[in-house]
């Protein structure tokens, strides 16, 4: 209130410890393409592991883009990734007609319960989907008419099982329809199954693994270890899915939650396989359980959250998404309802499921993004100064097109710098063309053609470096050709996080790069002098002493303080840190209150970045010099801060004096 109009006592709390905050200056960001995860969206990777898990493993499509990240990463920990598809092409792999679901908004805004009639899809759109299978049990999972036997005069006859010796690999049965070699459609097995063999011979019950996938195959069975037991002819056989009794603790019945609404028989249990062995390495590999979910749409766990099988898979599964209902079921509420077992697998003569649902993804494509993808649904997503936090853009085996972009887009928000390396402008091992496998001159030539003609920009607010590093891919054990980029950029945040920001991240204290095997091009003196007359930063092997960052240049041809990588990243953390604060000032009185207030808040700052180094001298303005009457009357507020940048040493010049032996070196020197 502003005045008190009766006796009283009225407290106030006058805040006048405003300072200038710390900045985040060190994340860095990347859009490109990737072999899986989500699309089109800002995703935080920590680490390589973590890059891995969400986008996964390199190859000869994707190398480029998961080692630019993984250098980074080698450096840093804090990177914002963009994976980009053509849209128009990819398409997750499905158990029905197939479907582009792009990222988590995409699904529950657009593709969720859009008609479509897919059980369930891959998490992400790509070729990788169509290595998963969803297995779906009400019961023990095991399939046969009894017992989980497979017999009938309508499918396999029991009689005509071959003999097994100890250590077979595998065996063969008959149909006793036909009298020849059974097509194994019927049997319906898949790798990573389970059989089980019964009878009074061989021991007892005998159990193997199927190593591959032999539906539709007319051939022998082949199994995963050799036969420890005999089984002779005759012998009765089942098969188990993918070890569905020890996935699981418990056979699904019925649900607590729904046996204490009055329903019955809800209860399933599925499980997601790496059917073909492309995320795990191992064919038939359990990725996910989710044990004693619910049929019962508003069924809930112990803890309260959801129990409903959909949106316990939508909300927990790496791998896939839950969409069309399950056939033979209506999926429904729990009070009293007795909800029917699902079919599917059961429904086919000969097989005698009993109450499961086994389902293979397919018809999942990748698509390699154009430059208009790339930028448009991928970079775009870091224009917003205001709403992305972002310092460092690492541009990969981006074309000149791209980084002519992303120059741009760095321009315009002022805060953050682009990382470029030369590029060919072709995707793939063909990227480093302008520097593998040719000689010095040539690859100088190139180099600087791309810079000056090809790339032709200027700004303090990007990087160019000389080329691309041989490094070593664990993943698939070859040797590649990646962009430098991705590695100067991991510089420069280790850098800010060892020293400051201004720190140059150049030289042989800051400047070593990680996990080189042999350089592209490894510039004499002769050629780093040409380079770096173009604003290239030469990256250099030296005998025993590592690959180093030889130069910290910004691509700025107008030569001035901010042509150097420390002096723009100074400048940087001043203006975003200051301006952070200023925003406090708006809406108040433009007198010598506030100005005296901006200026106590600004000093202490300037003076402690002076102290590590950042600047040699500052001056801050803001009083009635600047804030005359004619720009308090627009409503404006001007303060002038002037820097005296601190200078990185570039040239080293020793000057050694031979002097007569008589000479005093007091006289001399001085």
């Not at 195959?217 to 009794?245: C, E, H, L, M, Y």
């Not at 007795?338 to 698509?367: E, K, M, R, W, Y």
């Not at 870091?382 to 853009?393: K, N, P």
Request: charged fraction near 20%.
């Amino acid at each position: 209130m502003g005045f008190q109009v009766s006796p009283g006592v009225n407290v106030k709390e006058i805040d006048l410890t405003t300072i200038v905050p710390a900045v985040a200056t060190t994340q860095a960001a990347f859009a490109g393409p990737f072999k899986w995860g989500p699309c089109e969206v800002r995703t935080n990777v920590v680490s390589e592991d973590d890059l891995v898990n969400t986008f996964w493993k390199p190859d000869n499509t994707y190398a480029n883009s998961f080692f630019t990240c993984a250098n980074f990463l080698g450096y840093s920990n804090n990177l914002q990734v963009v994976r980009v598809v053509d849209t128009s092409t990819a398409v997750n792999a499905g158990d029905g007609t197939v479907a582009l679901v792009k990222n988590d908004e995409h699904w529950y805004g657009t593709v969720q319960d859009a008609g479509g009639d897919n059980t369930f899809l891959a998490k992400y759109p790509g070729v990788l989907g169509n290595s998963l299978a969803v297995h779906v049990f009400d019961d023990d999972g095991s399939k046969g008419a009894t017992g989980g036997l497979v017999t009938g005069a309508d499918g396999l006859q029991s009689t005509k099982l071959t003999a097994i010796a100890v250590g077979d690999l595998s065996f063969s049965i008959t149909n006793g329809n036909s009298g020849g070699d059974t097509n194994y459609t019927t049997l319906g097995a898949s790798a990573g199954d389970q059989i089980q063999f019964f009878g009074s011979g061989g021991g007892g019950r005998v159990v193997v693994t199927l190593e591959n996938d032999v539906t539709g195959v007319s051939a022998d069975i082949i199994i995963t270890s050799p036969f420890r037991d005999s089984v002779p002819a005759g012998t009765s056989f089942g098969i188990i899915r993918q070890n569905s009794k020890s996935a699981f603790l418990t056979v699904p019945t019925t649900t607590e939650d729904v046996a204490s609404a009055g329903g019955t028989n809800d209860a399933m249990n599925i499980l997601v396989i790496d059917e073909d062995g492309e995320f795990s390495g191992t064919k038939g590999t359990i990725l996910e359980r989710f044990e004693n979910v619910s049929k019962a749409t508003d069924a809930i766990k112990y803890d309260g959250s959801g129990n409903f099988y959909k949106d316990v898979i939508n909300q927990e599964s790496r791998y896939i998404w839950a969409d069309y209902d399950l056939a033979g079921i209506t999926t429904t509420t729990k009070a009293n309802n007795t909800f029917a077992n699902i079919t599917g697998d059961g429904n086919v003569a000969g097989q005698h499921f009993t109450a499961s649902i086994s389902t293979s993804l397919a018809g999942g494509l990748d698509a390699y993004p154009s430059d208009g993808d790339i930028y448009t649904k991928g970079w775009a997503e870091f224009e917003d100064a205001e709403s992305v936090d972002v310092s460092l853009l690492l541009s990969g085996e981006a074309s000149a097109t791209i980084q002519r972009l992303l120059i741009d887009l760095c321009d315009r928000r002022k805060d953050c710098i682009a990382l470029l390396s030369p590029t060919s402008g072709s995707t793939g091992a063909a990227a480093a063309n302008l520097v593998k496998n040719k000689t010095a001159s040539q690859a100088l030539e190139n180099i600087r053609n791309f810079r000056n003609q090809t790339l032709n920009k200027s700004s303090s607010y990007a990087v160019l470096d000389s080329g691309f590093k041989y490094q070593y891919d664990r993943y698939n054990d070859v040797y590649r050709y990646v962009p430098l980029n991705g590695d100067i950029g991991g510089l420069i945040a280790r850098s800010e996080v060892e020293q400051d920001a201004w720190w140059s991240p150049a030289g042989f204290s800051r400047g070593q790069i990680k996990g080189v095997v042999k350089l592209a091009f490894n510039p004499k003196k002769a050629h780093r002098d040409d380079l770096y007359v173009d604003q290239i930063n030469p990256v250099v092997a030296f005998p025993g002493e590592g690959v180093v960052l030889y130069g910290d240049k910004t691509l700025q041809s107008k030569p001035s303080a901010f042509d150097r990588i420390n002096v723009r990243r100074l400048f940087i953390v001043l203006e975003k840190a200051i301006a952070t604060a200023a925003k406090f000032s708006l809406f108040e009185f433009n007198d010598e209150f506030t100005r005296s207030q901006f200026r106590n808040m600004v000093v202490p700052f300037l003076r402690d970045v002076q102290a590590r180094r950042g600047i040699y001298d500052f001056k801050v303005v803001c009083d009635e010099s600047n804030n005359p009457g004619s720009v308090i009357d627009r409503n404006e507020f001007v303060a002038d801060l002037y820097i005296k940048p601190a200078r990185a040493i570039n040239f080293i010049t020793l000057n050694f004096i031979a002097t007569p032996t008589g000479v005093d070196f007091s006289e001399v020197g001085g």
